[in-house]
């Protein structure tokens, strides 16, 4: 089996990671998405706060963001593993080559994108954002996205723009786009 066609049959397996910026939707895309397909929902962030018994900004506060991406890296390794799910990923997961690598071949990469100005609106009364906690909120997101949009697009399968479409548009959009995903395999 050639390298295509093997990557092609890991992406078959049901997962779909859903990744992105803070704020894009993925945890509300990511829950009706799975009970569309009747799948389990998982939310990364969450089960990290699941399995150390702390929240995500104690885990910066303590350990630093190195600490909580060694920490993200463990956890979307266990995740991804499973099938099928749904898996809302952190918006810095994919900073780690390893964690690219791992999204790309275990599922249905889709990019959840996000206009920084639409980020600012929904993350603006979220206390659970280490990385907002700064004089310029609109400047550290702009900067994250300027590192993480080019890795997003590299290993996305499918994008939709969360700001043009409602969570339920979105979630018909990636049906619609992982359905004819499963047709090419096919064919």
């Not at 962030?45 to 506060?61: A, L, N, R, Y």
């Amino acid at each position: 089996m050639n390298h295509a066609s093997f990557q092609q049959s890991m992406k078959v397996n049901g997962n779909i990671f859903l990744i992105g910026p803070m704020g894009a939707g993925k945890t509300t895309i990511g829950r009706l998405l799975a009970k569309s397909l009747g799948v389990e929902f998982l939310d990364s962030d969450k089960e990290i706060e699941q399995s150390t018994g702390v929240s995500i900004p104690m885990i910066f506060e303590y350990e630093g963001e190195l600490g909580f991406r060694k920490r993200e890296a463990e956890i979307l390794a266990d995740l991804t593993a499973q099938s099928p799910i749904v898996l809302a990923t952190g918006g810095g997961s994919v900073i780690l080559p390893e964690n690219q690598q791992i999204l790309r071949r275990r599922g249905f990469v889709v990019y959840l994108q996000c206009p920084v100005d639409t980020q600012l609106e929904r993350t603006q009364r979220d206390s659970n954002r280490p990385l907002l906690k700064t004089e310029n909120p609109r400047e550290r997101l702009e900067e994250l996205l300027k590192v993480r949009d080019p890795i997003y697009h590299s290993i996305a399968d499918f994008i939709v723009d969360t700001s043009e479409y409602s969570s339920r548009g979105s979630v018909r959009n990636i049906l619609k786009a992982l359905q004819r995903f499963q047709h090419q395999m096919v064919t």
